[in-house]
């Protein structure tokens, strides 16, 4: 009779340590198995890492790719250049102007350094132009300036849409997505323009 009078608070004590385990194993089930959950948990969490990697490096990358493009259509600017090439190079400042400033706040807001670390991007990377070619650009005039001014802001464009392509196939950030989609379709439209200048 005394064993009889346990089962009821034992049997209780059961249920509720089987509700405990099952409330700590509901994100379990619904995966699968915790086999499951822990390596799916681990490899999507690796994919969000590589995912955030990328938008940083994407940043941090495309920062100084549009400083440059805004040094080139400033160049173009200052110069006696084509009704053709001051209007590109003013449609390129407005467009990346804004977007060198969202992206330096995106590397604020994620802590992250300014600069890609060493090893990453250098001279000639993503269409970069280096010294030598700024330094033949500046020298230049006339009809010459503007050959080489759209030449030259093809190749850094061609660059800068494979940048904003690659990172489109990572991200799972809208406002990377965003920007990056724009870029793809901005400057696509622009290396048309440019192409059929030349």
């Known amino acids: 009779m005394h064993v009889n009078k346990r089962y009821p608070i034992l049997a209780g004590l059961g249920v509720t340590a089987v ?18 959950t822990s390596s799916t948990t681990s490899s999507s969490s690796e994919a969000a890492d590589a995912g955030q990697k990328d938008d940083v490096m994407f940043a941090q990358m495309m920062i100084p790719h549009h400083q440059q493009a805004v040094e080139m259509a400033d160049q173009a600017l200052q110069k006696d250049a084509s009704a053709e090439v001051t209007e590109l190079a003013e449609q390129i400042k407005a467009a990346q102007g804004p977007e060198i400033a969202t992206m330096t706040k995106w590397l604020e807001e994620w802590k992250a350094p300014m600069t890609a670390e060493e090893g990453h991007g250098g001279h000639g ?3 970069m132009m280096d ?15 503007d050959e080489m001014w759209l030449t030259m802001m ?45």
């Open 125 to 127: 990377s993503g269409g």
């Open 19 to 36: 509700l405990a385990l099952s409330a700590c194993g509901t994100d379990d089930a619904s995966t699968g198995g915790s086999n499951g």
């Open 154 to 198: 093809i190749e850094h464009h061609e660059g800068a849409v494979d940048m904003a392509q690659d990172v489109l196939k990572t991200t799972s950030n809208p406002e990377v997505k965003e920007m990056a989609q724009a870029i793809v379709d901005g400057q696509n439209k622009e290396i048309a323009t440019m192409k059929a200048l030349l």
């Open 131 to 145: 010294d030598a070619d700024m330094k033949e650009l500046a020298a230049a005039s006339g009809p010459a300036f």
